[in-house]
């Protein structure tokens, strides 16, 4: 007879294995694979958690707290992001992590149920280097952890009848938080006199600023987004523009990614990640922008 308990279900597998066997061949590519899967498996049970299988290269672990699961998964990212025998033509190897919280039946020593299918498929959902979990984890975190992390979109899962909301855990925000007592104050100050003041986007005619009083706008098809923009190929929160140490920053959270295209004709495409917007050009949400569309929106960098 199963046992119903409620837990944080986690798979994390390492990305591009097959690759992986043809760049460094069958006996070293599968002992990278297996110290990959001893590193998650060290992570999970220092944090607590429960390996209930390893397939490949991929481990399903369980967690009694969201908090628990979420410090296995950052732990995980960074050992296997700085260990120094996995790289492959010099790069590091990548995993990808998904997690949620929710009802299982435990029996012979495995897990059954809806929540493991929907864990499963926050892994799907993740790229290298990501942990993607559900809102039933973020809800369960603590402060600390809940103030590092960002929804990146709203999506549709097999089987399931509504949307589920799709979080990142940035697990390099204390490293990179970190680094910022390192500069010097005046190369701060010189970078605050180069970088411009404002951030002018042009839709459909209308001007919508953003400077030190207005630091950010969110956009994206739903109307709670501060610039609401609709089309077939744009998420519900597709981006935000943010203010941030006097750079003005382009956060791509969307399925199809955001395009941008300078005024000397440079094109940039960014999907789930950052980039920084210089000078004046064109923005595209899920498309390339065009000149004369009324999806594109223009920007412009000003002193």
Known sequence: MGKDIELAIMFADVVGSTRIYEVMGDLRARDMVLTCVEIMRAATEQHHGTVIKTIGDEIMATFPTANDAVNAASRM??????HAGLKVDGQPIAIRIGGHFGPVVLENR???GAAVHTANRMTSQAKAGQIIVTSAIVERLAPEWRSAVRQIDVAMLKGKSGEEELYEVLWQKEDATSMLPAIALGAVGREKMQQPRRLRLRFQGKDVVLDESRPSISIGRAEENDLVIK?????????RIELNRNKFLL?????????????????AFVRRDTMQLKGEGMIGFGRVPESGSSLTVRYICEE
């Not at 956060?251 to 094109?267: H, K």
């Open 251 to 267: 956060v791509d959270q969307s399925t199809n990614g955001t395009f941008v295209m300078t005024r000397e004709g440079e094109e």
């Open 110 to 112: 495995d897990i059954f």
């Open 231 to 239: 089309g077939n190929l744009i998420s519900r929160l597709h981006a």
């Open 77 to 82: 990212q960074h050992d296997i992001r700085t």
